[in-house]
């Protein structure tokens, strides 16, 4: 004898369909004893059946075969009417085989024996679980549904010619923009070879990206042109689980307004690079044209010093040399600057002394240092060599640029300008790092980035305050790079600043 199903304690919520309290009572008792906690609606006729599909939710339906004003072909188009989606088992007497097939294709999904209820509660278990992967698969189908529409409306949005293309030239397929330019709908291009729409031949083309991603397997691109547009031609591979090419992404993107903003981008260079070299020149022609004259002026002030002056005669004299002098250090920055603008900066290559340099250079400020009071003083670690290689001229107008700033702006305290040996890999060479510390009014934090660009102090105050074309320390920059190093600064506003650069040196012989 065959055991009933016993389920521990499950809610079941049943639609009964019966004209029969007593019927409907013996079988809900039969799904009690089996172990359901059974919640259950009755209804006998369409009116009150419509009231519950509107009210209430049931996790099954259980309908009598045999009612005489309503029977389970009426019940299951009432619950298609309300998208009411549970199993349906319909109770029965006696039943045809023939009344049985119609009642499946209608929708039922079993029947019972009124002389056979203890199948029941196997039969609910199975459609339950039938009923749940029904639902799982249809959320699945759903959320495919999404997910594959949400794509199509992606691919169809991109501007960009995109089509996916078998390893044997067929289209699979192709987003709005693709059929567009064929001008056939998707539908008619799908399933035909690429070719045949793409370059308007019978057979694949050789310089086509397609071809070469199928020969290679790798990412393909080309540029073409199509009239008065230029495009971009890309074919991706698309490999199997197998890791065999199976298809490509074929990509057509017109890029005539970016290859027209790029030559655009070039013509504007080119203009930019012309007219800077026209201005370096000028530049370099302007100060050419100053200092001759300038050098005469200051010449003929040479002279007239040693001429019988009065005191008055003297004290204009001395305000015209020292004007004379910071013009002509204008026209020379102005020079140097154009001819690091215009590459055309030289630098020789001769024997020079360290030490000599640094004391030369020191010498052109202690008159000024030793006016306003303040201690200038040099040192040269033992370690470097007495000889080396390199431009003094250069390296003397680098030094006096740092000396000179921290005179400028020093006015108690002391100068230290040392140089030291640091490591170099290259065993010709010799590099050295120069430091000028000062004790001077120092850079604001936010200034330090900003000082060695072109025409730029730490305050514009200070250009009408102190002098200067803010040139120096952007054209010590140039020519420290063009020595093989770099330079840096550490200032604390109100204490002072340290500037440190690097050069590289050739050895003597």
Not at 119 to 143: D, Q, Y
Not at 488 to 505: A, N, T
Request: aromatic content about 6%; glycine content about 6%; overall charge negative.
């Amino acid at each position: 004898m065959k055991k009933q199903v016993r389920i521990l304690s499950v809610l079941l919520r049943v639609l009964m369909i019966d004209d029969s309290e007593k019927d409907a009572e013996l079988v809900l008792a039969n799904l009690s004893d089996a172990g359901y906690r059974v919640e259950a609606s009755l209804a006998d006729n369409a009116r009150d059946l419509k009231m519950l599909l509107q009210e209430g939710s049931w996790d099954i339906a259980l309908c009598d075969y045999a009612m005489p004003t309503f029977n389970p072909f009426d019940v299951l188009t009432l619950l298609k009417e309300y998208k009411v989606d549970i199993p349906f088992i319909v109770i029965t007497g006696a039943i045809g085989e023939e009344n049985v097939i119609s009642l499946m294709k209608a929708g039922c999904h079993d029947c019972v024996m009124k002389n056979n209820l203890m199948r029941l509660p196997e039969v609910i278990s199975r459609e339950l679980a039938e009923a749940r992967t029904r639902k799982e698969n249809k959320e699945l189908r759903e959320s495919l549904q999404v997910s594959n529409d949400n794509w199509v409306n992606t691919f169809d949005a991109i501007s960009d010619i995109i089509s996916v293309v078998s390893s044997d030239y067929v289209f699979l397929a192709i987003n709005r923009a693709g059929a567009e330019s064929i001008g056939l709908p998707k539908e008619q291009i799908i399933g035909k070879k690429c070719f045949q729409y793409v370059h308007h031949t019978l057979g694949p083309v050789p310089e086509c990206p397609c071809t070469c991603a199928l020969a290679t397997g790798e990412n393909a691109e080309n540029e073409c042109r199509m009239g008065d547009r230029m495009f971009l031609l890309q074919a991706w591979p698309i490999k199997d689980v197998h890791g065999n090419f199976s298809s490509f992404v074929h990509v057509v993107k017109d890029i005539t307004d970016s290859k027209n903003a790029e030559k655009e981008i070039i013509r504007a260079k080119e203009a930019a690079e012309r007219a800077n070299a026209a201005k370096s020149q000028f530049l370099a022609n302007m100060s050419h044209e100053l200092r001759t004259p300038m050098n005469g002026f200051m010449g003929m002030m040479q002279l007239l010093e040693m001429t019988p002056l009065t005191e008055e005669q003297e004290e204009f004299l001395r305000v015209s040399r020292e004007s004379s002098n910071l013009l002509l250090a204008v026209i020379n920055d102005i020079l140097d600057y154009s001819k690091i603008e215009a590459g055309m900066m030289k630098f020789e290559e001769v024997p020079l002394s360290i030490r000599k340099v640094l004391e030369d250079s020191a010498a052109l400020f202690r008159l000024a240092s030793t006016k306003k009071r303040v201690k200038l003083g040099t040192f040269v670690e033992n370690s470097i060599p007495g000889q080396l290689v390199g431009d003094p001229f250069r390296l003397r107008q680098i030094l006096s640029n740092l000396i000179g700033n921290a005179v400028k702006y020093t006015f108690e305290g002391q100068i230290d300008v040392s140089v030291r040996m640091m490591e170099e890999p290259n065993p010709g060479k010799v590099r050295l790092e120069f430091t000028v510390k000062d004790t001077g009014i120092g850079i604001p934090t936010e200034k330090l980035e900003d000082i060695f660009k072109n025409f730029s102090q730490a305050d514009n105050s200070n250009t009408r305050k102190y002098g200067g074309t803010g040139l120096g320390l952007a054209i010590s920059k140039e020519l420290v790079k063009m020595m093989a190093g770099d330079i840096r600064v550490e200032s604390v506003l109100g204490v002072g600043s340290s500037f440190h650069f690097i050069c590289v040196f050739g050895r003597a012989d």
